[in-house]
T-cell receptor, first 110, second 117 residues
Framework: KQEVTQIPAALSVPEGENLVLNCSFTDSAIYNLQWFRQDPGKGLTSLLLIQSSQREQTSGRLNASLDKSSGRSTLYIAASQPGDSATYLCAVINDYKLSFGAGTTVTVRA | EAGVAQSPRYKIIEKRQSVAFWCNPISGHATLYWYQQILGQGPKLLIQFQNNGVVDDSQLPKDRFSAERLKGVDSTLKIQPAKLEDSAVYLC???????????????FGPGTRLTVL
């Protein structure tokens, strides 16, 4: 059974600081890994999807890396802004299923 | 393009009562998912439909939960009878198709927050 862990559970940083969010998974036989953002009272929004053959994906200030062999992914958010405050979830995809971590709740202080 | 719609947004019931949630996926999306998200945890897949057939319901507590997707479009998820531990956000998601690689992202609705007293 796939287990996905995200550390830390919560993070508070001043505006402008770079964010580093970690995700680890136990079964490296994944097809893809996806990072989501969840705002209070709202659904999940997909941020980045990394296919298993890729090592990273970038979108604007966001960069996600994937190391399948070690079962790790890292999401970097450059120059954080108060609007980046949210919960960030990673999910791995294998056998048609998304398995989610519990998320990292980020607070960016103005 | 309209997103995934869910109703109601909030529901409070007493234990042993029944409740139903509704989901309308993005037009043309063949695959529909129901997730349960307990506070402080990531979403857990309850059931996955492709068109109106069930692909995976291995984590659905079938003694109390049921789901259907009539005509391959809208879906309803029902709980009867509800227990205290069913308090959670129920998320519906849809995607254009399902494949083992699943390169198509899933689009999530806003969820229904259920409180069981």
């Amino acid at each position: 059974k796939q287990e996905v862990t995200q550390i830390p559970a919560a993070l508070s940083v001043p505006e402008g600081e770079n964010l580093v969010l970690n995700c680890s998974f136990t079964d490296s036989a994944i097809y893809n890994l996806q990072w989501f953002r969840q705002d209070p009272g709202k659904g999940l929004t997909s941020l980045l999807l990394i296919q298993s053959s890729q090592r990273e994906q970038t979108s604007g200030r966001l960069n996600a890396s994937l190391d399948k062999s070690s079962g790790r992914s890292t999401l970097y958010i450059a120059a954080s802004q108060p609007g980046d405050s949210a919960t960030y979830l990673c999910a791995v995809i294998n056998d048609y299923k998304l398995s989610f971590g519990a998320g990292t709740t980020v607070t960016v202080r103005a | 393009e309209a997103g995934v719609a869910q109703s109601p947004r909030y529901k409070i019931i007493e234990k042993r009562q029944s409740v139903a949630f509704w989901c309308n996926p993005i037009s043309g999306h063949a695959t529909l998912y129901w997730y349960q998200q307990i506070l402080g945890q990531g979403p857990k897949l309850l059931i996955q439909f492709q068109n109106n057939g069930v692909v995976d319901d291995s984590q659905l507590p079938k003694d109390r939960f049921s789901a259907e997707r009539l005509k391959g479009v809208d879906s309803t998820l029902k709980i009867q009878p509800a227990k205290l531990e069913d308090s959670a956000v129920y998320l519906c998601a849809s995607s254009p198709l399902v494949s083992r690689a699943s390169t198509d992202t899933q689009y999530f609705g806003p969820g229904t927050r259920l409180t069981v007293l």
